[in-house]
């Protein structure tokens, strides 16, 4: 049976949250916010109806809402998205900030983002950096699927490599190496809600039974040395409850300038060091 878009929003509201409710209706059918408010009857056709049921049925089983429209927000921009890659969250901003900071102060600055996804990271520091040489590695080909869409949506100069971290980079070195690797413990309970066990587990976590979710980390900061110029940095996103180990890692690897910084909330999100 056909219903305008403004009966449909209603009633997808009744079922789940309003604003969901509207960004569904937007997606299915191709009208903005501006025009659901003005035109809101406005009829859905037959199988945009189908496709909206179809969608709510998902969203009711908890998938992200950022998987049922293709797309999320970060940074101001907008990203697609697949079950390939995790969702960006607005506490890896934090590592964005910092590694910007620290490329805007060279002319030509070689950055490297290791396990890309999608690629917001890479992509954002080439929108905030034009002048950088930016590289981005993940080791899932249908990641970089995506990454590659978001770097040519963006007009953003990356080049993408695939392969397990520094694997795929030889003998190269960077002023810049920015890391939000799997760093989830295995046994959190946090990835059994708020959409996660839709999402790839391999970048949530190492895999490993009994896993702290410090393995990457710690294989990430010992190959550093090797892939850093000289005063070049090494800034890594890592969990709520990591940033005394991810320091000690760092001081016990040599590094200097050894640093913490909160994100949004005040948690200490990213721990970076410098390498003299």
């Known amino acids: 049976m056909a219903a305008s878009i403004g009966e449909a929003w209603r009633q997808a509201s009744q079922r789940i949250d309003r604003l969901d409710a509207r960004l569904l209706i937007e997606h299915v059918s191709g009208c903005t916010h501006a025009a659901l408010i003005a035109r809101p009857e406005q ?80 992509v954002t520091l080439a929108r905030l950096c034009p002048g950088a040489d930016i590289s981005a590695v993940d080791f899932s080909p249908d990641a970089l699927d995506v990454a590659r869409a978001n770097a040519a949506s963006h007009q953003a100069r990356v080049s993408f490599l695939c392969g397990d971290w520094y694997a795929p980079l030889g003998e190269a070195r960077f002023d810049l190496i920015v890391s939000n690797p799997p760093y989830v413990a295995e046994a959190d309970p946090h990835l059994q809600q708020n959409g996660l066990p839709f999402e790839p587990q391999a970048a949530l976590t190492d895999g490993r039974a009994g896993g702290d979710g410090l393995s990457c980390i710690c294989a990430i900061v010992k190959g550093a040395a090797t892939h850093l110029s000289p005063g070049g940095w090494l800034l890594l996103e890592h969990g709520y409850d990591q940033a005394t180990k991810v320091r000690a890692l760092l001081v016990a690897e040599g590094f200097s300038d050894v640093s913490s910084w909160p994100d949004q909330a005040g948690i200490e999100r990213v721990t970076g060091a410098c390498l003299r």
């Open 43 to 122: 009829l859905l056709l037959p199988d945009q109806m189908a496709r909206l049921e179809e969608l709510l049925a998902r969203r009711i089983n908890g998938e992200p809402l950022a998987y049922l429209v293709g797309s999320a927000d970060f940074y101001g921009f907008e990203f697609a998205v697949s079950p390939a890659v995790l969702i960006p969250r607005p506490d890896t901003e934090v590592l964005v900030d910092l590694a910007a900071e620290r490329a805007q102060r060279l002319a030509a600055p070689r950055i490297v983002d290791l396990g890309t996804g999608s690629g917001v990271v890479a």
